[in-house]
């Protein structure tokens, strides 16, 4: 017998398991506010969900409507982008680590805010070191559509 094909990478697997430990205590206070404190499981279960079937935003989003009905269309999808981009930055990061990546940097999106871009105009810093912000590894800021990925020393 052949093992199944394995479409998700380690990394989204690693996002994926640490979502449902723990996607609701890292969402930031602005979004976490909107959530019943009962629901917190539901909402792990289904960020989590989001991740290992590759819904993106509006298919996380929808999902964690179907559990938490009293959420509005924007606040899911809010909750959604911000609790995938959560755990998969601290996939990657963990992933950097573990390898022995020895430095990091920021790519920042189109309309990066100040904090992403200044984190972004450090350049390559260590990984273990937090950026200008004050991070770790993304998200910097709310809707925050930046990652980190692994850097050359500059030459
Ligand atoms: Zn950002």
Redesign the pocket.
Not at 138 to 141: D, I, Q, R, T
């Given at each position: 017998m052949c093992p199944p094909i394995d479409r998700l990478g380690e990394t989204a697997q690693n996002a994926a398991q640490s979502a449902a430990k723990h996607a609701s205590e890292c969402l930031p206070s602005e979004l976490l506010k909107y959530v019943r404190e009962n629901d917190y499981y539901a909402l792990n279960i289904a960020i989590s969900d989001g991740i290992r079937e590759m819904l993106g935003v509006p298919g996380t989003g929808r999902r964690i409507r179907k559990a938490l009905p009293y959420l509005s269309v924007g606040q899911a999808q809010m909750i959604a982008h911000s609790g995938m981009a959560r755990a998969m930055e601290e996939a990657t990061f963990h992933k950097l680590l573990r390898r022995g990546i020895k430095l990091k940097q920021v790519i920042?999106?189109p309309n990066?805010?100040p904090?992403?871009r200044a984190n972004h105009e450090q350049g390559p810093v260590p990984v273990a070191q937090p950026f200008r912000s004050g991070h770790l590894h993304?998200?910097?800021?709310l809707g925050?559509?930046?990652a980190i990925s692994a850097a050359r020393t500059p030459s």
């Open positions: 920042i999106g990066a805010c904090i992403c993304g998200p910097f800021c925050c559509c930046c």
